[in-house]
């Protein structure tokens, strides 16, 4: 008798040890740069070089710099537009594929040292550091690789070019959020007047692992994008469309920016080999650059909550690129769209019902991972189940009839992304009735529904590599259907 009840306190014991500790880590990691990434969201893009003043998307490497003379640039009407926007931070084309630079470079003169702008006095990237500190931004930059001012764009020499353009970026402007690498490589432009085509091989010419090196070297804290990473990818369109499957996981050594990979890079890897999430790229104008004739086709604030859904719903970030007039400033349409845009989004998500409410699942690993994780407005608490357990529920009791349109669902990411398929069920007229279904979840799903009215939502995780670990669930009444 003695001996069986040591028994029965040792397998007891044995349970409740192994339930409370938390579930061992699946698959590929964020890093901790990005984690913060993650929660940066939603920030700016900006493209502003001679484009802005030669009415072109791609500059062809032999405009005057005399052309960039913006009347009235304020970086800081910028950085207050993005704040109040609700925006996190500012990337910028340090450099696009013209190769004018927007900082007085000391490795080439075709820069704003040779502009009229500021009598060659004047450093963009100083300026906008300054204002991203004043409005609490983060800021980033863009250094377009191929280069068609360039005399030696093609060549070995050119590497050395742009990793010392580089090192200036990383070590003159402060910490720097994220690092643009992006993949056009066109071929013909003014290489320094040889006016011809260059071809280089995207796989090898810019040996991308020691310019990787050199960033990590100089700041350990940005995310490098690219189609393929390696922290950051291309979600593999330019129109703000996010997939609805997103992984956040990518083989990418197999990969390498400009590559044919657009089809896969929405997706991601099922089972890739690294965290590398998705990020939106698109522009609230049809060019990514300023055009008078477009001041009449700035996106509408609801064509921006849209993009809102299609990718930060979707599991991606949102870089909404905002392009500066030939002032220097943000023109009024686009500030207009922007902030409205702002108070839509306030009106969308206004009131949380979740929070706080009664919350049982169909298991639990025990105390500390129950239920009420998942709605108690911590995110660094977690529902979780039992490791063997792959598919589980989670019941959220309203405690009266309330009326919802809008959920939102996070993993616990840091655990690596789990959730395969899930689906979200209301209890209505004493029936449990499906509203929506899906598939992965990763750091934030934000989903639509029409309007039901119910006292209980029952969220289901049907399929998961490994034991579901979500830290977060809001309900919303958005107005509208
Ligand atoms: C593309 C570039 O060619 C465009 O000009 C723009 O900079 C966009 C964000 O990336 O690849």
């Known amino acids: 008798m003695k001996q069986s009840i040591s028994i029965l306190i040792v397998v007891i014991l044995f349970v409740s040890c192994s339930v409370n500790r938390p579930p061992e880590p699946y698959g590929p990691l964020p890093s901790e740069r990005q984690m913060e990434w993650h929660g940066m969201e ?23 710099p005399s052309v960039f003379n913006p009347s009235e640039l304020d970086c800081r009407q910028w950085a207050r537009v993005a704040h109040d926007a609700g925006m996190k931070g500012i990337i910028i084309t340090a450099k696009h594929h013209d190769g004018f630079c927007l900082w007085p470079s000391q490795y080439t003169d075709h820069s704003v040292k040779s502009s009229a702008w500021k009598n060659g006095q004047g450093d963009v990237l100083r300026e906008l550091r300054q204002a991203c500190n004043e409005y609490g931004l983060k800021m980033g930059v863009y250094l377009s690789p191929w280069d068609r001012n360039s005399t030696v764009y093609a060549t070995p020499e050119y590497l050395v070019y742009y990793r010392n353009q580089l090192g200036e970026l990383l070590t003159q402007y402060g910490e720097i959020f994220e690092v643009w690498f992006d993949g056009a490589n066109g071929g013909d432009g003014y290489y320094g007047g040889a006016r011809e085509t260059r071809r280089i091989d995207n796989r090898t010419y810019y040996d991308w692992p020691n310019t990787h090196k050199t960033v990590r070297e100089l700041q350990p804290m940005a995310v490098m994008f690219s189609d393929a990473g390696p922290d950051v990818r291309w979600v593999g369109n330019e129109s703000g469309i996010g997939s609805l499957t997103n992984w956040c996981l990518l083989n990418k050594d197999d990969m390498y920016p400009g590559g044919d990979f657009a089809k896969i890079l929405g997706a991601g ?8 999430p998705a990020e939106v790229d698109v522009s609230i104008r049809r060019g990514w650059f300023y055009h008078q004739s ?12 849209e993009l809102y859904y299609s990718s930060v719903g979707r599991n991606c970030n949102l870089l909404l690129n905002v392009p500066p007039d030939r002032r220097g400033l943000i023109h009024e349409n686009d500030v207009k769209s922007l902030l409205t845009f702002r108070e839509l989004r306030k009106k969308e998500f206004a009131t949380e019902l979740a929070k706080g409410k009664a919350a049982v699942s169909s298991v639990s690993r025990g105390k500390n991972y129950s239920a009420g994780k998942a709605n108690d407005g911590d995110p660094e608490t ?4 039992p490791d063997e357990i792959k598919s589980a529920f989670l019941k959220i009791d309203l405690g009266m009839e309330t009326e919802v349109n809008r959920i939102l669902l996070q993993e616990y990411i840091k655990l690596g992304q789990r959730v395969e398929e899930y689906k979200v069920e209301a209890f209505i007229d004493g029936e449990w009735e499906q509203i929506i279904d899906g598939t992965t979840i990763g750091y934030k799903v934000i989903r639509k529904f029409p309007a039901v009215k119910t006292s209980q939502i029952r969220v289901t995780i049907s399929r998961s590599k490994a034991c579901p670990a979500i830290s977060n669930i809001e309900l919303f009444r958005a107005p509208g259907e």
């Open 269 to 276: 890897h099922e089972n890739g080999t690294h965290w590398v």
């Open 42 to 64: 939603y920030y700016m893009f900006v493209h502003f070089t001679v484009n802005t003043f030669t009415d072109k998307e791609w500059g062809y490497g032999d405009e005057d």
């Open 294 to 305: 477009q001041d009449s086709m700035v996106r509408s604030p609801e064509n921006l909550m």
């Open 382 to 385: 977690y529902w979780s189940a």
